[in-house]
Nanobody
Framework: QVQLVESGGGSVQAGGSLRLSCAASEYSGYSSYCMGWFRQAPGKEREGVAT???????NYADSVKGRFTASKDNAKNTLYLQMNSLKPDDTAMYYC?????????????????WGQGTQVTVSS
């Protein structure tokens, strides 16, 4: 069972930055997993923000391209999401997730393991 724990959320003003982290329990094969960041705002469906494949290739939602950067440190079993130029529309609960396959989509339904989430609030 893979366990994921997010941290780094908080409240910032528009234009500010936050860095989210997701620590994964140690397990073999972490480096071969597809990892993703998702968010869910009240009353909205969960959406894929960014994914990072086993080879480090990233994929971003159009709404965050150029502002958010996903990265991972395989030695630390940790996933990151650097969020810059934050907007009020970025306000949501952010989740990290893992998928034990090479194919790396941005559909929440394709991910098997989820963290508990960390809240990000951006004020105008």
């Amino acid at each position: 069972q893979v366990q994921l724990v997010e941290s780094g959320g908080g409240s910032v003003q528009a234009g500010g930055s936050l860095r989210l982290s997701c620590a994964a329990s140690e397990y073999s094969g972490y480096s071969s997993y597809c990892m993703g960041w998702f968010r869910q705002a009240p009353g909205k469906e969960r959406e894929g923000v960014a994914t990072i494949a086993h080879d480090g290739k990233t994929n971003y939602a159009d709404s965050v391209k150029g502002r958010f950067t996903a990265s991972k440190d395989n030695a630390k079993n940790t996933l990151y999401l650097q969020m810059n130029s934050l907007k009020p529309d970025d306000t949501a609960m952010y989740y990290c997730a893992a998928r034990p396959y090479l194919y790396c989509p941005r559909n929440p339904g394709d991910f098997d393991y989820w963290g508990q989430g960390t809240q990000v609030t951006v004020s105008s």
